[in-house]
């Protein structure tokens, strides 16, 4: 009896140490592993500014005045985009001869007043819009603008003139004006000189039928007093 539990005691070390060997080698083979980086280098870089595309501001269109009235002038106002009526006015056809006839004759346009009450002081981009009844091929053909100077308390033009046995060489001051015509719309024109209008009285006149002895005429004036 005494010696079967000897044989048990001296056989307890061997389970246990080889029960703790086991335990440690099981302890010593798990290894907690971490994710494993690897190391990259690169040359850090500033991005290149966005250039930023400015915005691009419509300008809202322009809608250009029409003329109420067909076969009538009007004076464009550019700041305002609007139209101003000129005045209407009448004048006579007449014929006359100077010094008798030995100097000529002439024939030529007067209306009453010296002046007009339409007025103007700009120099220069003086314009005027005309419609028409759609009829009209060349518009100067049928109306013409003149220069009108004062005499006898009326506006005068010469419009034709025939020399006589004494001719006058004094240089007329009243004169036909020439302008461009240039079409915007349907039927709607432009007109507009190349050289600035001097100072005084003008007034556009349709010409289409000169068997007439009256003639409408559309009236304005300059006010400046130097064409520079």
Do not use: C
């Not at 440690?24 to 494993?36: C, E, H, I, L, R």
């Not at 609007?82 to 008798?100: D, F, G, M």
């Amino acid at each position: 009896m005494v010696k079967k539990i000897k044989i048990i005691l001296t056989s307890l070390p061997l389970v246990f140490l080889f029960s703790y060997t086991s335990v440690a080698q099981t302890t010593s083979t798990v290894v907690k592993k971490g994710a494993k980086y690897d190391t990259i280098i690169r040359k850090h870089a500033d991005k290149p500014p966005v250039k930023q595309t400015p915005k691009q501001v419509t300008q809202p269109e322009v809608v250009l005045p029409v003329p109420e009235f067909v076969n009538q002038p009007y004076y464009f106002d550019k700041d305002g985009n609007k139209l101003i009526k000129l005045e209407t006015s009448s004048a006579q056809l007449l014929t006359k001869k100077k010094t008798l006839g030995l100097k000529g004759a002439k024939q030529f346009f007067s209306m009453d007043d010296v002046s007009s009450r339409v007025r103007f002081t700009s120099k220069s981009n003086i314009i005027f819009f005309i419609k028409t009844s759609g009829d009209v091929i060349d518009l100067t053909s049928y109306i013409k603008l003149y220069k009108f100077i004062a005499e006898d308390q009326k506006r005068v033009v010469t419009i034709t003139s025939k020399e006589g046995l004494l001719n006058n060489n004094e240089e007329e001051k009243d004169k036909q004006v020439s302008f461009s015509v240039k079409s915007i719309s349907n039927d709607n024109y432009q007109i507009q000189f190349t050289n600035p209008l001097e100072a005084g009285e003008y007034g556009f006149v349709w010409v289409k039928n000169m068997d007439l002895k009256e003639f409408t005429v559309f009236g304005f004036g300059i006010d400046w007093k130097s064409s520079n």
